[in-house]
C-alpha cells in the first residue's frame, strides 16, 4: 500500500489556478476538492461566524458549500465569474438566511447570479493582503459609517431596517452608507467607474 | 415605472448590498432582467461588496469539518457493497462445497488484509491530522501578525537600555484593539536561574505580565502575541530581570522601558 495520499500531489494542486482545480473537481478528483477547500474555508468559515457567532452553524455552512461545489462544479463558467467571489457571496446569503430564518432567495446555483471579483485570491498573501487594506479601511470609517455597513453586510439590513435599529433618519443612513462605500472602494483601488485603479 | 439604466456604480452595490427595497428594488430588478449590460455591472458590484467579508475577523474551521466533507464525498462514490445472502436448501454436492469453502477462506485473508490496511490508514491519518494542526495554528498566528502590522491603530513604542542590565534598545508593536503585541531587541544571555520578562503598564493599576522568554546566544530577543487582554491603554512597556520562570508581578531590575506617545 503506497502512502496516499502523498505531499507532492498535495503541493502540485495547491499551486494550481481555481480553473484548474475545478476541473478536476468535475472529473471527481477528491485532491482538487481538498486544495479548493483548504484555499477558501478560512475566508467561509471566517465570514459565515461572523454573520452568525455561532461556530457549528458556521461550520455546517462551510460543509454545504463546497459539497455544493463538489456536486455542481460543471456549472461553474470561468467567463462568467470568480469561485471565490461566489463563495463569498453565497456564504453570506446562506448565513443571513439562517440568522434572520428566511428560506434562501435562490441566489446560489454556481452559474447563475455570477460575481466578478477582479482580484486573485488564490494564495494566502494576496488574501492576507486585501485582508489588511479592507480592515484598515474599516477601522477608519467614523464610527456611523462602519455600524451602517456592518448592519447591512453582516446582518442582512435594509436602509429602513437599519434607520430603526439605529434610531438615525433614513436619510442618515442611505449618506452613510454610500460614503461608507466609497471610502471602501478608494482603499481597495477601485476608480469610480468600477476599474482597479 | 421606466426602464432606464441605473445611473451610478454605487446604485448596483447597494443591489448588491441588499440594502434596497420597495419602490428603489423593483425598479432596478426589473431592468437586470432586461438588460445584459447592467447584469454584467450587478456581477462586477457583487465582487466589490464581496470585499467587505475581509474585514470579518479571520477565523479557521476544526479540522473535523474537512474530514467530515471529505468522508461525505467518498461514502457518494463508495458503489453499495454487495450482501452475501443465504443459500437456498439444495442437494449438496462436493463442488459447490468445495466452491463456498475456497470463497470463504478468501474473504477471510481479504478481511484481515482490509484490516491491516484501515489500521495503516488510519496512521496515516493522524499523522496528517497532526501535521495539519501545525499548519492550522501557524496560519492563524500568520494572520494575526498581518492584522498587527496592518492596522492603523498599532503603535510602536522604543524601549531605552537600562545599563548595567542592558545596552541596546529594545522595541514593541501593539495594537490596544486586537490585544496584540511583538517585541523584539537585543539583550545579554542571563544565568540559568533567571529570566526576562515584559510588561505592560497600564495608566492606572498594575503591570500586566506579557511572556517570559529569554535571549538567544545572538543577544536577539522576542516575544510574539502573547496572551494579554485587549482594550488597554498602556503608558509605558518594559523588560525586567525575574527568577527563572517569570512571576505575576514585576520584581527586578529594569532591562529596558519605553513610555508610548
Known sequence: ?197 | MTNEHPYREEDFELYALGVLEGDELRRIETHMNSCADCSQKIAEARGRIALLAFSAEPAEPSLEVRQRLMARIRAEADPARATVTERTERAPSSFWNFAWGTLALALAIFAVYLWNSNKVLQQELDRQEAAMKTQVALTEKERAIVALFSSPKTVTVNLAAKAPNATEPGRVVYNAQQGALVYVGTLPQLAADKSYELWVIPQTGNPIPAGVFSAEPSGEAKVVLPNIPAGISPKAFAVTIEPAGGGATPTGPFAQVGATP
Open chain 1, 1 to 197: 500500500m503506497s502512502s496516499a495520499p502523498g505531499t507532492e500531489q498535495k503541493n502540485a494542486a495547491q499551486d494550481q489556478s481555481d480553473w484548474s482545480l475545478l476541473a478536476r473537481v468535475v472529473q471527481k478528483d477528491e485532491s482538487a476538492l481538498a486544495a479548493l477547500y483548504d484555499r477558501y474555508s478560512g475566508l467561509v468559515y471566517a465570514e459565515a461566524s461572523r454573520i452568525l457567532r455561532d461556530k457549528g452553524a458556521a461550520e455546517e455552512i462551510l460543509q454545504d458549500i463546497f459539497y455544493q461545489v463538489w456536486r455542481t462544479a460543471e456549472k461553474f463558467d470561468p467567463q462568467r465569474g470568480s469561485l471565490p467571489g461566489w463563495l463569498i457571496v453565497v456564504t453570506r446569503n446562506r448565513a443571513i438566511s439562517k440568522l434572520r430564518k428566511r428560506s434562501t432567495s435562490g441566489d446560489d446555483e454556481l452559474n447563475e447570479n455570477a460575481v466578478a471579483c477582479p482580484f486573485n485570491l488564490e494564495s494566502a498573501a494576496s488574501q492576507n493582503q486585501l485582508l489588511g487594506r479592507v480592515r484598515g479601511a474599516m477601522e477608519n470609517l467614523p464610527e456611523g459609517q462602519r455600524e451602517a455597513i456592518e448592519l447591512a453586510y453582516f446582518e442582512g439590513m435594509t436602509h429602513s431596517e437599519i434607520a430603526s435599529k439605529t434610531g438615525e433618519a433614513l436619510g442618515t443612513v442611505k449618506t452613510r452608507i454610500r460614503s461608507a462605500l466609497e471610502v471602501l472602494r478608494r482603499a481597495v483601488g477601485f476608480t469610480n467607474a468600477g476599474g482597479i485603479a
